[in-house]
């Protein structure tokens, strides 16, 4: 019969393929720009590394940050060595960082600073544009996902 599979339970696959992205990648430098960094209490920093067309998730373990020579920030250019784990209760893979040098500034960094120096050589930030925002307003207008946390608190909040 053609289905004669080893039937293996989630937890079997996920861990050999983290044994598999560990062996396959147990050394590896990646170049990528920071967004979304979280320094935990517990002295771990987690973080996305991404460029034009991908990201991959990232985190350095409290024994890896006291080598930092800087405090890493999103839109930072890294560049970052380390090995491809995988977290097989989520199955998910990411990068463990055990050093983290600057690259220069990021991609995103520099379209930002761009746009910024665009508005106000058009004027957009001269203090004649701005107005001030009444102490009651009539009208509040936010931008989120209608299913989101924020979307909830601010129904909560005005109801």
């Avoid at 350095?60 to 080598?67: D, E, I, L, V």
């Avoid at 203090?127 to 009539?138: D, G, I, S, V, W």
């Amino acid at each position: 019969m053609a289905n004669e599979l080893p039937v293996l339970t989630v937890t079997e696959i996920n861990n050999q393929i983290k044994e598999l992205l560990q062996q396959a990648f147990r050394s590896v430098c990646v170049e990528g720009e920071i967004s979304g960094i979280t320094f935990q209490s517990s002295g771990h920093i987690y973080l996305t590394l991404k460029d034009e067309s991908c990201q991959i998730s990232a985190c350095m373990w409290r024994s890896s940050t006291g080598s930092l020579a800087f405090r890493p920030k999103t839109g930072d250019k890294v560049r970052c060595f380390g090995y491809i784990s995988a977290y097989p209760q989520r199955g998910n893979y990411q990068l463990i960082i055990n050093r983290m040098e600057m690259a220069g500034i990021g991609d995103v960094l520099v379209m930002l600073e761009m746009r910024k120096q665009k508005l106000l050589q058009e004027g957009l930030f001269n203090q004649e544009h701005k107005k001030t925002l009444p102490f009651y307003p009539k009208t509040i207008g936010v931008v989120t996902s209608p299913t989101g946390a924020a979307f909830r608190d601010i129904c909560q909040t005005t109801m």
